[in-house]
């Protein structure tokens, strides 16, 4: 129902009949071409809300395009049961209790809590660590530079070029860039 609504027009006759993307449109539009993270937002109970979203990928032919998470451990348990090929990961609000289940490929943490300790916990799981929503060069550099596997961003274009930047460089000069806080 939501795609049928007209989103453009408050912002000028230009955008007039812009409507909201779908989630089969950005997997026909993105598949093959770039990675996406399904967030399964619960609210409440919802038992077919692993369901149809792993049959909206299905159809898609996007299994290899897509990681799942949630912040509910039931939900992405059920997603790993329904799809066990794609990766799943358990988003943390807060690093209370057993943060890294072994149950899962990665778990997201807020970028504050992206530690070299909890990054050494996860792995020895087997778990890999993501950070969120980093939307600064320095915050992904120092990121970076600790050895996290991925970055949730609002803009990944600024963090593709941030770390294409990094890799670029030499050995010598990576060396000099970890020092880039001492002459803030």
């Known amino acids: 129902d939501l795609s049928q609504v007209d989103i453009g027009s408050g912002f000028g006759k230009a955008f007039a009949g ?17 990675k996406l993270l399904i967030e399964l937002k619960y609210y409440g109970t919802d038992p077919l809300l692993a369901e149809e979203t792993v049959k909206m990928v299905v159809s898609a032919h996007a299994e290899e395009s897509v990681e799942f998470m949630s912040l509910d451990l039931g939900g992405v348990r059920q997603i790993k049961g329904l799809a066990p090929e794609i990766p799943a990961g358990y988003l943390l609000a807060a690093g209370l209790g057993d943060t890294a289940p072994s149950s899962v490929q990665f778990i997201a943490v807020p970028a504050g809590q992206a530690t070299v300790e909890r990054m050494k916990a996860a792995r020895k799981k087997g778990v890999k660590v993501y950070a969120w929503t980093v939307n600064d060069i320095d915050g992904i550099l120092d990121l970076m530079e600790m050895g996290i596997d991925g970055v949730i961003t609002d803009d990944p274009a600024m963090a593709r070029k941030a770390m294409d930047d990094i890799r670029k460089l030499s050995g010598m000069e990576r060396l000099l860039f970890k020092f880039r806080h001492v002459w803030d």
């Open 18 to 34: 812009e409507r909201l993307a779908t989630l089969s449109d950005f997997l026909s539009v993105a598949s093959g071409k770039i």
